[in-house]
């Protein structure tokens, strides 16, 4: 069984970082893209960017570029998304989603259970 | 970017009724080269990560219903549940992977009438 499972929630001040990880299983973690996209309260679905984990090569969402950063350790199948510099903005349920195919331009089949991570003062 | 938008924003069927949603991408979605529209189909239910549905705007993914199908082409393009189910209550998100930044639309959502 193809499964991700996510860290658990977070609650951080505003300024500092979060990292959150996606432990995969049941397949080859370093066959397929691993997208991370979140979701604030109550709204729809905003893409991230993605990791090849084969490569550890990286394509972030314009709207977050030098803010965060996609790692991997394949030893262990994990990816992990670290967001610094966070505002209330920026509470949000985060998921991990693996990509459907070997490429980047594909669909996202498996998923998280996703991480709440909310920052508050 | 591309930009996603569906409607309604949310529509209400009775059970075993059609039910019609509308997504429209800003530029096309269809790679020429491979005549392939780059465009999926999820169902979020509240407290769950979304699910693929649909993907190349007309495939059904495996352990679908076939109840569930999509079809369009280009910049248009439509999700169609045959005969609803109670199980079916969710928001809908369409998603458009053609370019580098990969964007979803603002979703609807589908009740029992």
């Known amino acids: 069984q193809v499964h991700l499972v996510q860290s658990g929630a977070e609650v951080k001040k505003p300024g500092a970082s979060v990292k959150v990880s996606c432990k995969a299983s049941?397949?080859?973690?370093?066959?397929?893209?691993m997208h991370w996209v979140r979701q604030a309260p109550g709204q729809g679905l905003e893409w991230m960017g993605w990791?090849?984990?084969?490569?550890?090569?990286?394509k972030y969402a314009q709207k977050f570029q030098g803010r965060v950063t996609m790692t991997r350790d394949t030893s262990i199948s994990t990816a992990y998304m670290d967001l610094n510099r966070l505002t209330s903005d920026d509470t949000a349920v985060y998921y991990c989603?693996?990509?459907?195919?070997?490429?980047?331009?594909?669909?996202?089949?498996?998923w998280g259970q996703g991480t709440m991570v909310t920052v508050s003062s | 970017d591309i930009v996603m938008t569906q409607s309604p924003d949310s529509l209400a069927v009775s059970l075993g009724e059609r039910a019609t949603i509308n997504c429209k991408s800003s530029?096309?979605?269809?790679?020429?080269?491979?005549?392939?529209?780059?465009l999926a189909w999820y169902q979020q239910k509240p407290g769950q990560p979304p699910k693929l549905l649909i993907y190349?705007?007309?495939t059904r993914e495996s352990g679908v219903p076939d109840r569930f199908s999509g079809s369009g082409s280009g910049t248009d393009f439509t999700l169609t549940i045959s005969s609803l189910q109670a199980e079916d209550v969710a928001v809908y998100y369409c998603?458009?992977?053609?370019?580098?930044?990969?964007?979803f639309g603002p979703g609807t959502k589908v009740d029992i009438k």
């Open positions: 989603a693996r990509g459907s195919n070997s490429s980047w331009y594909s669909s996202f089949d498996i």
């Open positions: 049941g397949y080859t973690f370093s066959a397929y893209y």
């Open positions: 990791i090849n984990p084969n490569s550890g090569g990286t």
């Open positions: 530029q096309s979605v269809l790679y020429s080269s491979n005549n392939k529209n780059y």
């Open positions: 190349w705007a007309s």
């Open positions: 998603q458009q992977y053609y370019t580098t930044e990969i964007t």
